[in-house]
């Protein structure tokens, strides 16, 4: 049959599918559901402050000499036993070198060495420049150090000096480590959203199979567009969704993340089109891990197989997630390039590379790559519902499988 | 009769065979449904008359052989102009009757608001514009089936399969689908149907085909499954015995004092000739041209026509 005319039969099928699914009442749970975890994350502190804590390797270049650095980590190191829970920022020396603001600015910008800010100044004039926020931790424990060490070297009462504090957007040492975080979290959300949206598509044939609805698509349309239509119905559906999880949740970013996306720093490919490519990763996801869900579940007949492969299926989708984040922070090793490979797990690790990696052209050949196998897939689960299932064809055994002649 | 070679052929079956795990379950069924004929499908449960039917309309593959539908061999290509009733009837429980009939339409093509105009119209014309806005799962098994059929041909389809569509319906509504297949046909659009009760095929159909066994024991014009078979002759004599009696076939069965017996080849002349020398005494005689479920004895076999038999519909028939 011409292409137009399963897409056509895949719209009717979709069309029903999607009404039948967004105006029942219990499409209205499917709705609130996501709602509250994220309404409860977002009241537990603000997701945007733990990015920002979180995100540092906690490296503080310091231009000093040597005798005051020494003076400092030995602060540091008796305040070391308060930092249980996360580390206390680590300290690097650094000789001074003539042109103060061009040894800052290198140092914040230096790739192989990646920081959180510079000190400088000395221990009477303290200087601090970092990509964080003024109320910071990170400037909390410089402050505490650099008091620590003056009382050290003085063996005085001195009044404490407070460390002047100058910020920056960003410093490469946040710039990596926070894309790596944009990326744990690009691939998380995918992840969340797929497990959570296309285990549905087990079930989606269980229905017409009951009721018997499946002889009579069967006998108007190519099984292909009743698969493509009950895919596309089902990610139109998850979009529906998603679109309402996320209004709340940039409403919640805007409430309790003062500035919200804005105070994180950009992922490689900036924050409009990394949104836009969790979009589309998520759907090249939806439709890749979909069409293998409904060819897998258009073998159940009952709900109760279904739900006995729904426990398989939800582990091989930890496994694929698995897969892709080895690549993550790596992007060009081979787990990486593997895991972009690989069908199932190129949305994910696609997802990763976006905001780790400018390069838009691999996003090119990763979405073609991912639309052929979904054809491929959907093809196949189609030829197979056929054969098993409609019991269509000349039959054909197993190697295994005795000949018997009737 | 026609002579087949002047009609447009509208599906053709040859040779059809159905594998199912090893199983043969339709063992080389050909069938041939001239344009505009209504067409019937007959044999006793598990014959193949569904197997065939699905194979023809493309839903399965068959494991051999070959078929037509509207002059295309792949048939889903024609699905606009086929409408196919299935066996096992299914309609999306929670879909209102006029959705329903609607979205049978759209699925072979018919614009989704036509397709609601028609089904408005479809059911009107019958007088259950009160079921358009109800539920599948509101109406009783008769009433979704009358859904089904109206959806069957909402788009206007040039072919109509029917797949057992008497079944489950009451007396009133046999006879309405009776009237819908006959008008169906007078607008030139060829009907099939299957079924397991004669008496139906025999006043509907112009054209039988005969399933026993998954093969196709006969093939053709109503008219000439008929005269496949002698006229049979029954027969009462006051005499119970006299020279006569070698007038009669050996065949001949006497049944509570009545011979039965097919007509010989001679016809009745030397009959009656043999019956008024030896002075039988006649007191009854009838010659009948045999009806579609003797032929169907004949061609399928008695134990077929038995399986056949006991539907509470051929108690109507002839
Ligand atoms: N999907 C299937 N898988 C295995 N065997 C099947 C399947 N469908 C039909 N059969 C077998 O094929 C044979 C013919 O079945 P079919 O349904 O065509 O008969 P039928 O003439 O329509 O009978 P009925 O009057 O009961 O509807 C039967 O022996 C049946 O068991
Ligand atoms: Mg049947």
New interface residues.
Partial sequence: ?KLPETI??AF??A??DFS?TVL?KTFLFFLLGPLFPIGLGFIFGGIGAQVEETAAPATVAVVSSPADFALLQKARHRFEPLGTDRPLVRLQRVDPEPDAAAQRQRLLTSADNPILGVLEGGLFAPKFTGAVTADGRTVQQINLFVEEAVRMRSSLQVPSLPVEVTLTRTSSGSVAFARNLTARAGQTILFVLTILLAGMLLSQLI??KS????????????VDAIFLGKLFAMLAMSLVGITVWTSAGAAAIAIYAKGGLESLPPPAVGWPAFLFFILLYFSMSYLLIGATFLGIGAQASTVREVQTLSMPVTMSQVLLFGFASLGVGRPDSAAAIGAAVFPLSSPFAMVARAAEEEALWPHVIALVWQVLWVALILKLASAIF?RSV??????RRWPWQRR??? | MFAMGERAIAAEARDLVK??????AVDGVSLTVPEGSITGILGPNGAGKTTTL?MM?????P??GTRTLLGHD?P??V?RE?G?L?E????????PASEAIA??G????LP?AEGRRRALQLLSDRGHEDWAKRPIRTLSKGMAQTV?LLGTIVHRPRLIVLDEPFSGLDALNQEKLEQLIRDQAAAGVTVIFSTHVIAHAERLCERVAIIAEGRAAFEGAVDEARSRLRPIVHLRTRMADGPWRSALPTSAKNVAGEWRFELPEGGPEPLLKALLDSAAGIETLSIERPGLHDAFIAIAGEAAAREMGHSPAEAGSE
Avoid: C, H, W
């Avoid at chain 2, 594998?19 to 043969?24: A, I, L, P, Q």
């Avoid at chain 2, 096992?88 to 879909?95: A, I, N, Q, V």
């Fill in positions: 049959m056509r039969a009717v099928i069309r029903r039948a029942s229905e017409e009721n018997k609805v499946i002889e009579v698509l069967a006998a108007a349309v190519p056929r409609l019991k269509s064809g000349p039959s018997q002649t009737a | 594998d199912f795990d090893g199983k043969r699905r309309l493309g839903i399965i593959d494991t051999s792949r889903l290509e699905a086929v196919y299935p096992e009837r299914g309609l999306y429980p929670t879909m979205f049978m759209a699925l072979r093509g989704i089904q």
